[in-house]
């Protein structure tokens, strides 16, 4: 079972500085994860998001090949890789794996305007060395699906580099005491 973390950052380069960090955390297999979004609120209130992986493109790539096979076997490669990569970036554009984007959206309206929240699906670590490492980091916990237990501790790791570091994000319309489970 994976686990969804979303914290708050003042902008969208240190939210991305975290993602790079946690992905470098994966290629010394300390973390396993399925997805990890970024969700920036601009300054007219509209929800950019910042994806892993371009569905769009890799439907377009992955359809390219697939049309060109299907185009050498029907002695037609340029109109194979043409219907193959429309075909495919509609495919790429229409699905959505991991974190699912109007969750992330409906969550991210909360931000104030320039705030960037880091959505990532964890499907397991070494919590004691991640947390070690993205200590430094600071950001607000706006929602997680870890145990009570689990997200305090991810709390207090993160409320330590607040400490250090005067300015966070505020989250607009939240009340006082609204921790999110």
Do not use: C, H
């Amino acid at each position: 079972m994976s686990d969804l973390v979303a914290i708050v950052y003042p902008s969208e380069a240190k939210a991305e500085e975290v993602r790079q960090q946690l992905l470098k955390l994966q290629r010394e297999y300390l973390i396993t994860i399925s997805d990890a979004v970024i969700a920036v609120k601009t300054e007219g209130g509209s929800i950019k998001l910042n994806q892993l992986v371009n569905t769009t493109a890799t439907g377009a790539i992955t359809g390219s090949f697939w049309g060109l096979l299907v185009g050498v076997l029907f002695l037609n490669p340029i109109i194979g890789v043409a219907v193959g990569a429309a075909s495919g970036a509609i495919g790429g554009a229409l699905s959505d794996f991991g974190i699912n984007d109007s969750f992330v959206k409906e969550l991210s309206a909360s931000l104030q305007p320039g705030n960037a929240a880091l959505f990532v699906l964890i499907k397991n670590m070494t919590a004691d060395k991640v947390l070690k490492e993205i200590k430094g980091a600071g950001g607000i916990v706006l929602k997680t699906s870890l145990d009570e237990s689990k997200e305090k501790i991810l709390r207090d790791a993160l409320a330590s580099a607040a400490q250090q570091t005067p300015a966070e994000p505020p989250i607009a319309d939240r009340p006082s005491g609204a921790a999110a489970s």
